[in-house]
């Protein structure tokens, strides 16, 4: 393939407790497109994102990820962050004693940012105004009693903060909610517009990507990708749902 | 002692709130018990010089320990009378005699030899299992599995093996009780299970008083070879013909590399019984020792069965149920030492208490600095059926090691209205709905029990419960 | 005048004791010979002459006559029928049910019917006396019904002395008493290696519907000793929070009693520690419910680094007649470096059915959810972990309530951790 690849996964099978969750899932993203995975519930979408960032509670099986000309199949999720991947979670955890600020400042100090702390607290003021959040958060334990709303802005500020090269963005729940879905169309519109970043949004819904110019779907269902195409998919998706996709792997 | 409380009450100030670090009465216990009535026994037994030796050095420890002063009252119990138990020729000789006509004639029916009858002397005929015990001798001895009475075990051909095991997980200076028992322990069993050996089906042991009445001091030795497997389980039912009131054993368990032990007791002791027994298992590498325990006999219970987990992923499991009814004092709960790289283990306990019953769950978890990546959970709930009882949860934690996961967690609460409410409105009785729950509370602990016990322990529920109401 | 060599044995000790060979009963406190009684305690004005020094235990007689009233001693016939109840039972029952030592105590401490005798100070009676002792003059901060006061008291520690700081809170009915307690070493510089001891023992009647909050922040040189003893009343409905901040010191025991007496009373602890270097936190919790649908929440959250060792005692006792109460008690201890000890006990007594106490602890390394998001955030573990000791730091400066206590944070923030104050030179 081309040397623009920057996501490729070839063969990926993953198992959960022994029980396989991803079959040969073969899809690439190249550098500054915007795709989408889409699937019903439970069709292992938001488990291929997770593999992807190495969450150690999946073991892959069989097939391998290269991101950005490496193969990073073995790699620590810490360090496939630092090459510049980001996933951002469906539902961020809370970190009771760590004040969101600390946070944010560990996550760029571990990848070797050193910025003056006045620089700093400017910075996060900025995205806090940005992303219409209320700076008092800053100070506050991380996810600890934040509403759906106000985690979705904490996992969008560390997206415009970190700036990594591919976003994962796990919204198959997003679409439930208004607050949430518009505080991600504004993080992704940001993040396209301030670093030329790539996408894949994993989503059931629609109605997040509306303001935006896929490149490219692909449709997940039973831990296959059943099929691949433009963003008319969307809109055929849209009127048709899943069934037929379903009906062909079953039959 | 109840005249002694009274004095306590009255003079009441802060200093005598403290009064539980006096042990005043400690010192006086020991008396009667003389170097010449454990020679005599070892002599009796025909022990090899070694025990005997082993029994005067636990005497004198016996002699210099305390008795500890964070649990139930043992003042109502004569440690005069321990030498009645353990000198020879005492009355409770007779007890084969009282045991009922119809067990001895099972273990007529059995053709069990004569000379063991005094060592089976003690089933209970409530679990009905003689025939159970009796097949598996045969199979289970073609497999080369041993077991046997240990004293004559101490006479074959592991005798080296006793030797080294013997009394080292469980040390006559571990506490007062541990150096009784090693200085007058008498009868139990001992179990072999050879490598990669794995009996199917469970071996059991009763309560059993030895021919010179002795039983209350037995201990149980078993070992557990690399790769091998057993059941084993402790019947103490309610022997109705024992007139003695201490009982202070001693078990102790060798699993080897990935071995795996199970060890079930279902305790009812007579209620006039002071229980201070223990148990201990040590698991190499990847063995895994399963305990499961039952609570409900007893005056004053004292009872931790304690998990040493040695080897590299060891794993360990308890599950136990305490039942303290009227004028129960039982202290029970469970140790475990995570000593190894990646061992695991995990307590779920429940504990219930009545009538002006006293429950306390009491546990230590240590987990030593290499322990590295090792994991516990312990889970403990307490219901409380009235408000004249107590339910007490005491568990101790010392974490020495960084990578581990240890965690903890405990309910206290009484059964909810609106269930009982909920039962009665479909008819139910009040008895019976809190039966009910309470079965259910204990619910957990009985699905890991054999068919018999389960109902057994059923049984014992129930009749705990009657007469629960008003 | 110079102190004299003392030490004080089974100081925290906890009401109902487990084996000895764990060490977690009790601890020990050494005073050193010769150390200066030197107060250096400031008050912020205008409290310090405020209430008589009387104020607590009168109040607490007060307590007693009403308390009384409501709950009459037993009649002649009703104690003839209990008695002939524990009769029966010790008939039945070979004597009756065997209490240990501690459930003897228990009893005869509510037979007793004192509040006074059953007023608690966390560390124990003996320490909390000396603490007295060494105080001389008490601070007395009292609260007509109704009043909202707002109080600081500063104990700065000086090396080779004792500096110690005896405090009552009074609050009136319905009133509201704010108390920043700082106790730092402000004027010892870093290098020095000076050593001396600290301390404050407080007592606190919250008389009904009254709200008191204790926040005292603790950020001692390593060679100072810290003693932070308190003993609470809450009566009906009074509410007492306390937070307790513990970065400094070298060996801490901080022992908190309460007597949730009244009905509704609630007392919240909220307790944050840092052990680093070679640091010894001693921590001891005795909650007693009394009152009916009280409540009280025991909240601990620490970070274990370097040496350091730590035990906590935490000890609910529900008591019969508390019908409706809870208690709950969740520690969470993040072990950073090997090397660390931690020992804990969360016990639960009980012995009324209608209540709910439970428990919870969670001992050992990063929750393994948690740390995949931090390393999906591109933090290796120890990055992690790092990112938890300055957080804790950090979180007390955020917190601090005054400025006071925030500068005491930074400048122990600065020892652990070089560049800290920088990170709040804007707010500082």
Redesign the interface.
Known sequence: MTSNILLACHGLSAVVDEKPILHEIDLEIPQGEVHVLMGPNGAGKSTFGHVL?????YEVTAGDISFDGEDVTEL???K???AGL??S?QA??E?????L???L???M???GEKMK??EF?KKLQALAETLDMDPAYL?R?LGVGFSGGEKKKVEMM?LLL?QPKLAILDETDSGLDVDALSVVSRGMELYRGTCDGTLLIITHNTRILEHLNVDRVHVMVQGRVVAEGSADLIAEIDANGFERYEAQLDA | MAEKKRTQVEDIDRSMYDFRYDDSDAEKLDAGLTPEIVREISERKGEPEWMLEHRLKSLEIYNSIDMSDWGPSIDGLDMENIVTYVKPNTDQKSDWESVPDNIKDTFDRLGIPEAERSYLAGVGAQYDSELVYHSMQDAAAKMGIVYSGIEEALHGEYADLIREKFMTLIPPTDHKFAALHGAVWSGGSFVYVPKGVKLDYPLQSYFRLNAKGAGQFEHTLIIVEDDADLHFIEGCSAPKYNVANLHAGAVELFVGKRAHLRYSTIENWSKNMYNLNTKRCRCEEEGEIEWISGSFGSHVGYLYPMSILAGRRAKASFTGITFAGRGQNLDTGCKVVLGAPETSASVETKGISKDGGIQTFRSSVVATPNAEGSRCTVSCQSLMLDNRSRSDTIPAMDIRCKNVNIGHEATIGRIGDDKVFYLMSRGISEEEAKTMIVNGFAEPISKELPLEYAVEMNNLIKLEMEGAIG | MGTHALTIKRASAMPAPTWHFLKMNDTQIEIPEGLAVAPSVKVSEPWRARGAADEFDNALADAQEEWEKLHPEPTPQEREELEAFTRAEADATYGGTAQSNYQIGADALEEARSLAVAFEHGVGEEAAAYLRFAAGERVVVQTDPGQSVEAQVVVSAVPDALSVAAIDVVAGRNSSVSLSIVVDSPDVPASAGASGFAGTTVRVFADADARVSIVRTQTLDLGFTDIDDMGLFAHDRARIDVRQTVLGAGSTFTGLAGDLRGDSANIVVDT?YLGHADQEHDFNYVLRHHGTRTECNLGA?G?LAGKSSKTLRGTIDLIRGAKGAQGSENE?VLLVDEGVKNKTVPVILCNEDDVAGNHGATIGHI????L??????????D??E???V???I??AA?DAPDEESRAGVLRLGETVIPGFA??F??EA
């Open positions: 960032m190495g969450d150690p509670v620590a999720p810490d496939r962050s630092r980001f996933l979670f961020p955890v970190i009771p004693g760590v004040p600020r600390s946070f400042r560990a996550i100090e571990g990848r702390n006045k607290r100070d334990e560390q970190l | 944050r959250n970070v969470t929750r393994e959810e948690q995949l998001y931090l390393q999906s955030r591109g933090l290796s573990k990055d992690a790092r990112m938890f300055g957080a804790m950090e979180q955020i920088e990170l030179e804007e």
